[in-house]
């Protein structure tokens, strides 16, 4: 299970954590993605960790470049996503998602999204408003 959370409204500038709490099965074996789903959008890869190494994937954007940071403890079985300088076209709802793979190769690159993967918390809104 993995539950996100984290979300909230923010000024533009201004900056969120977003936690993912996994439960039933231990985060230093697999990989997790975050993703986002903007309204009237397609949802999208953000970034993905895997918890044994923390080696880190970010899909890339011009708009994120730079702002965004993915950072995994074990200890707590939680992902986290930092989001610095929001913009208001981060305005989304942000998900945690596994394959319950050791590779974040198989949910997303560099370039995207390879697949969706099969398990998804329920996610945490993101509105960047002034």
């Known amino acids: 299970q993995l539950q996100a959370s984290g979300g909230g409204l923010v000024q533009p500038g201004g900056s969120l954590r977003l936690s993912c709490v996994v439960s039933?099965?231990?985060?230093?074996?697999?990989?997790i993605g975050w993703f986002r789903q903007a309204p009237g959008k397609e949802r999208e890869g953000v970034s993905c960790?895997?918890?044994?190494?923390?080696?880190?994937?970010?899909v890339e954007s011009e708009s994120r470049k730079g702002r965004f940071t993915i950072s995994a403890d074990n200890a707590k079985n939680t992902v986290f996503l930092q989001i610095d300088h929001l913009k208001p076209e981060d305005t989304a709802v942000y998900y945690c998602?596994?394959?319950?793979?050791?590779?974040?190769?198989?949910?997303?690159?560099?370039?995207?999204?390879?697949?969706?993967?099969?398990?998804w918390g329920k996610g945490t809104q993101v509105t960047v408003s002034s």
């Open positions: 998602a596994t394959d319950l793979l050791d590779s974040c190769s198989t949910i997303m690159t560099k370039k995207g999204v390879v697949r969706h993967p099969d398990w």
């Open positions: 039933g099965f231990s985060l230093q074996y697999y990989s």
């Open positions: 960790i895997y918890g044994k190494d923390g080696s880190a994937i970010y």
